[in-house]
């Protein structure tokens, strides 16, 4: 049995307008994330991981931002096409360590809450799942307040 290691980043700016959703859960705030889908940076740096350590590209190859039908789609469902094509290629999730840099909104108290989520997509137990948020000291587009980012690692076993 082999192992394969993965890593995704995903940023986007602030806009008003729409909601801000983080690793499948609808956070509390004034503004969401400007994107062709919902503008989940976790999911997306997460789809990114793995596909990563599957050596098939990454999520704008399967997911175009120029296809209509993923205009505002639900990132849940991108990770659950992203996880099927690995379940199809006997892969499965090992463990994921994601980290999400926002000056605002406070995220510690979702993050049970996008630990659960995650899990239940990726079909393994939430300990698996480690979801951290940080702040980069008011420095850089995150820091000013401007967007959020996000950074993925994971480790898919072979089956």
Same mark, same amino acid.
């Given at each position: ?14 806009? $008003? ?19 062709? $889908? ?9 789809? @990114? ?15 175009? @931002? ?7 789609? @639900?990132?849940?469902?991108? #990770? ?10 006997? #892969? ?5 360590? #994601? ?7 406070? #995220? ?21 799942? $480690? ?25 898919? @076993?072979?089956?």
């Amino acid at each position: 049995m082999g192992m394969r290691i993965g890593q995704g980043v995903d940023a986007h700016c602030f806009v $008003s307008g729409r909601p801000l959703v983080l690793g499948g859960v609808r956070i509390e705030h004034a503004q969401g994330l400007a994107a062709h $889908s919902d503008g989940d940076v976790v999911i997306h740096a997460l789809c @990114d991981a793995l596909l990563g350590a599957a050596a098939l590209g990454d999520i704008g190859r399967h997911f175009p @931002d120029d296809e209509d039908q993923y205009a505002g789609i @639900d990132s849940r469902l991108l #990770l659950r096409r992203v996880m099927a094509v690995l379940r199809e290629r006997g #892969l499965g999730v090992g463990n994921v360590d #994601l980290t999400v840099i926002a000056q605002r909104p406070r #995220l510690a108290p979702y993050i049970a809450a996008m630990t659960q989520a995650l899990a239940g997509e990726l079909h393994c137990p939430a300990e698996r799942v $480690s979801v951290k948020a940080t702040t980069t000291e008011r420095m850089g587009f995150t820091g000013r307040g401007e967007g959020i980012a996000a950074m993925a690692v994971v480790l898919l @076993d072979e089956t």
